[in-house]
């Protein structure tokens, strides 16, 4: 069981190895990647920024609670961070488990987990060459929670 926020390019297959096992049946992969629109205007690029530290030790916790909840063995979750381009992958979830029914059922949960729990912020480079944050519904909440967070580490210095 892994999550991790990267800067670089997703491996596909370095992913699903992760979650390899002789003893599971199953294999689902979710793969969330940049389309070229949305809302009606056409997209050009989207950059994501991660407060790393909350978004690894609450994804940490999201895959736990998978493998209660399922029973699945593993499971392994990476987020990018940074400017991506049309056809990146921006997520990746992977579990692996003795039946199909569980292995769909984590994936969901974790998926639908990380984009409304982790303080992942998305900005939308238009191709008219504006841009705007989307989608930051729980972006309040996690900037109150990450501004907390600098002024206890800056308290502890």
């Known amino acids: 069981m892994r999550f991790e926020v990267s800067d670089s390019a997703i491996d596909l297959m370095a992913a699903r190895m992760t979650v390899a096992d002789d003893s599971s049946g199953a294999l689902v992969v979710f793969e969330g990647w940049v389309r070229d629109h949305n809302d009606g205007r056409a997209v050009q690029r ?10 690894e030790k609450e994804g940490a916790r999201i895959l736990d609670e998978a493998r209660t909840r399922f029973l699945v063995p593993n499971a392994v979750c990476i987020h990018r961070e940074g400017l991506l381009e049309v056809g990146d992958i921006a997520v990746i979830v992977c579990v692996s488990s003795p039946h199909r029914a569980a292995a769909f059922d984590a994936c969901r949960y974790i998926i639908d987990q990380t984009k409304s729990r982790l303080p992942i912020w998305k900005k939308e480079h ?32």
């Open 126 to 157: 238009y191709v008219s060459g504006t841009s705007e944050w989307v989608n930051c519904q729980h972006c309040a909440s996690a900037a109150h929670v990450q501004g907390e967070a600098h002024r206890e580490s800056d308290h502890d210095r």
């Open 46 to 55: 989207l950059e994501y920024e991660v407060y790393k530290p909350l978004a």
